[in-house]
Structures are given as structure tokens and as C-alpha cells.
């Protein structure tokens, strides 16, 4: 099965490309073109998984547990069909908001690497090379994040740097300590042997160590501060890009490791993890609620989405960890969504203050409704697609008997609505702050194409509810039983 | 040789912490330094040591004879490599960030968090 391998190449070759030919139009068009293709090679991926659920590809043909294994199952495809999405639209909207930056080149070239490391980090099925892709993907953003070289940047990319480090010296430990007690680092051949392994107990340290790297990255409770003083930094487009994808790496990465082979000692870590996810949700949304600026508004309020995942997976029932997949694309869709619009707003306004601007609703309706999607969406208004993430999760909070986290994921829904009629109120509703100020520009039709995709996205995910439903329904039992999954690698290899 | 190994593990993580904790830039990285390399070694130590045992099989034996595992050898080296990498991207960032800054403290960061 090549084509498992294309998500990875095919961004590999784009950036070897935008190296060799250093033309402005040129690279513009190619990240648009190329993040289109991936999202067309996402979808045939999609096409293909109905034949046949699981596709392995034994990189360099060695055999599973030696060799390395490229894994793509409903999970990985749907991350990566939604990380393509994305991909999309910041390009398209990168065409004018990097216009006439000096490093437009490098972030193009910076891009197709980060898509490389964040696929591979979906597709591959070997923790050390997962490792290898988190890396792949930090170091992109390392440079992307501190692209500019303003003061501000540098010191936000300071701030990101050292924290992601830590996180992945602690994955590295992790893996150490993995390899030294079992032998493989395979994740089909380590779910084999962990499944039904007796001492369990052994297991929670390494199992802490991956813990606390994908918590890092996942900006989840403790470990978060990283992100909201990083994230309001850089270029809007470049804010956008992360926002939608890189925590939801973390994420997936966790959801992975604690379906497929950490399952020892449930009590312990479905509690750990709902205390987690509980903490985040409330630090997040209060957190969100105290800022006047758009960028770190909704750079908290990532955070507190983050710990719906979590609350997910650590409910552990199919419904819990399908609730967990759907929100997840949910929200990398309508997070990306909010990021692009606060960057209309300050291109209209010329601010991401919240206190300088005001009066687009009459000034500008279209960004109204433009915003109106995304905030939706996200604070859970039934037609859109929030509203059947948190059902989702809530419903199955309930049936699990978990009331108290169900009791904080409803209260928190609470604090988005108010952190988004903050937004809504400050930019839209109120007058404009000076009587004659002028719009600073236009909007072309290049930046509203992309709100314009994913706002419809968010609608369709929320009409057709019900075969997306389906689908993450299919990926969370296949998640949970993944005896497939562990035959399709290893082909009948026996320990 | 595990015990001795594990001790300098343990020196290493704590020299790392401590220099993590300092205000300065510089020792910061230096500190990130001995932490990738106390973790690197931690890797080759989990795995176990085999003593002069390298993994080569005969030709022509039937059977290998208790070799070192290769494998978290290979994993070190390629995490040195990529550690390589990382530590020659944060020290130009951190010659970026003195010159447009002119300092070398950690406290002079707090700003951005208004």
C-alpha cells in the first residue's frame, strides 16, 4: 500500500520544491494546489478505508515489529482529511496577509514541513517514530513562530521552545523506559504484549512520561502556559495554522497511546485524566474571559477546549471517545475558523484590541455573519456543529455516571458562550469607538474564501450529523478494540 | 556499570534542573543541553548493557550469541542528530533575541504576558 506513504512525500517533495524555486507566485500557488491535493488524497485514503479499515505500509518491506510501520485507520484518516482542510484555507488566506513580508518564502517552505511532521505523526505506527515526526513538526514551528524576529516574536518563541523541549525529552524518557520493559517500540506489537500483561502497574511510569509530553503539547492543565504566551505573537495566518493543528497532535497522540496500549490500571488514569480535563476546561474558559485582545482570548480558549478531548477519553466509552474525535474536528475547524476572522476584524480595523474597535455589525455585516459561524459553533448552538460534540460527550458523561466532569462540561460551555459575546459585543454591537473612523481596508475575495469554507463546514457537520456520527461511532469501537488493528500490522506475528 | 551509569543519569537530570531554573538564557539552554543528554542516556541505560558484545552474528552461525541490543543505539544517534539540530536552531535564536533585545534574563520576558 504506497499510498499510505503519500501524506508524508508528497509534502516532502512540495518543500524540496519551493527550495529549489524561490518565486513568489510560484510558492503561493503550489501551497494552495498542493494543500488541495492533500485533501483530495486524504479523501481517496477515506474512499479506501470503506474496503478495507486498517492500511499498513512496512516502510523499506521489514517486517512489523522490526521495521517501521505506517498505519493509516479511520482515526489517522479523519485527522488527516480535517488537517488538509485547514492546510486549505490558511493557505488561500495567506496569499494577502503575508503579501509583501520578507520571509513569505520561508514560511511557505516552513509550512509543507510541518504538514510533513504532523502527518507523519498521524499515519505512523511506531512510537519512536512518532517521536521523530514530533520533532519534524516542533522544529517547523519553532521557525514559523518566530518568523517576523520583532522582540515580541522572539521572546514568544523563547517561551514555546523551551517548554515543547522539555515535553520531548520527557516523550524521549518515555520511550526509553517503554523500550527497556517490553522490547518493542511497535505500537501494534507493544498493544499485543500490554494488553494482557500482569503487572500492570510497571507500566505507569513510562506511561507518565508520555503523559506529560503529550500533555505539553496538548497545553492541557498544568502545562499549558506555553501557549497563550506564544500564540498572539506571530502573523495572524501562522497563529491560525497552530491553533487548528498543533495541540490536536497532542491529543490525537494521547487518545492513541490510551486506547491502543496503555489500558493497565483504568481507575487510576481514567481519573487522572478526567481531574485533568475537568481543570483545564475551567482555567481556560476563566482564563479567556479576562483578556480585551482577540488573539489571546481565543488562545485560552483553545486550552479550554483541549480538556473536552481529554473528558472523552478519559470517560473511555465508545460514545465518550467518538465524542472526543468529533469535537476534536469540530473544533480544529471552528478554532482555525475565529483565528482567521480576528484577522479580518484587525485587517477592517486595523487593532485586535477588543476596546479599539467596534461597530463592524453596521460597518461590515458579512464579517457579522463570518463570525457569527465559528462562535457559534463553538459555544454549542444547536444547528451548528459544537452542539452535537458536547451532546455527545455530555450523553455519554451521563450513561458512564461521571456527573461531576458532566457538570463542569456544561458550566464551562457557559464560559465560551461569554467569552464569544464579549467578542461579539465589543466588535459588532458597539458603537464605533472614534464617530468618523474609516475601515483601514477591504476585504478581497481571497481572505473571505477560507472563513467562508470552514464556516460551511461547520454548518454540514452539523446537518449531516449523522453519518459523521457514523463515522467516529465506527473509528471509537475500532479505537477500543483493536484487535484489528494489531492483526493487520503484525500479520499473525507472534511474540 | 548500571549503577554507575544510573548515578550519572541522575547528576545530569539534576545539574539540568537546576540550570532550567536559572535566570539567564544561556543557562537555560545549557540546561536543556544536559537534560537531552541525561535523557539520551537513560535510553541506551533502559535497554540494558551488554559488555563487549557487539551485534554482529558470525557467518555461517546458526544461532546469534547474546549480543548488545542495536536498537537504542540507534535510537540515541538519532537522537543526538536531531538534538544537534535543535541546539543549533535555539542558540541562533538566542543570538537574535540578544540582539534585538540587548538581554540575556529570563525576567525581561514577563512582558508579553500583558
Known sequence: MFVVALPILVPLALMLLLIIIPAPVFSRWTAILGSLGLLFLSLYLLILLQDDPVLVLQAGGWKAPYGISLVIDYMSALMLSVSALLMLSVSVYAMNFLRGESYAQLFYIFFFSLAMGINGAFITGDVFNLYVWFKVMLLSSFVLISLGCSKEQLRGGIKYMGLNLIGSLFFLAGIGLLYGKTGTLNMAHLAKILIDDEQSILMNSSAMFFFLAFGIKAAVFPLFFWLPSSYHTPNITITSLFAGLLTKVGVYAMIRFFTLFFVQDQDFWHHLLLIVAGLTMVIGGMAASTFYETRRILSYHIISQIGYMVMGLGIYTPLGIAGALYFTVHNMIAKTNTFLVSGLISKVKGSYQLKEVGGLYRQYPLLAVLFILPAFALAGVPPLSGFFGKFMLIKAGIDASRYGITAVAILTGLLTLYSMIKIWNEAFLKRPVNKDQKLKGRLSFSDIFPSVLLGLASILMGLFAAPVFKFVMAAANSLLDPSLYIESVLKGFLP | ?114
Open chain 2, 1 to 114: 556499570m548500571e549503577i554507575m551509569l544510573a548515578i550519572l543519569v541522575g547528576v545530569l537530570y539534576s545539574t539540568g534542573v537546576y540550570m532550567l531554573l536559572r535566570r539567564s538564557i544561556v543557562k537555560f539552554i545549557i540546561g536543556i543541553l544536559f537534560l537531552s543528554n541525561a535523557t539520551n542516556l537513560l535510553v541506551f541505560l533502559a535497554a540494558g548493557v551488554t559488555r563487549g558484545q557487539p551485534a554482529f552474528i558470525k557467518k555461517g552461525a546458526e544461532q546469534a550469541e547474546l549480543v548488545a541490543d542495536p536498537l537504542p543505539q540507534a535510537l540515541v544517534l538519532t537522537a543526538v542528530v536531531i538534538g544537534l539540530g535543535i541546539l543549533a536552531f535555539v542558540l541562533a535564536l538566542k543570538y537574535k533575541f540578544f540582539q534585538v533585545s540587548g538581554t540575556d534574563d529570563l525576567d525581561q520576558l514577563k512582558p508579553t504576558e500583558e
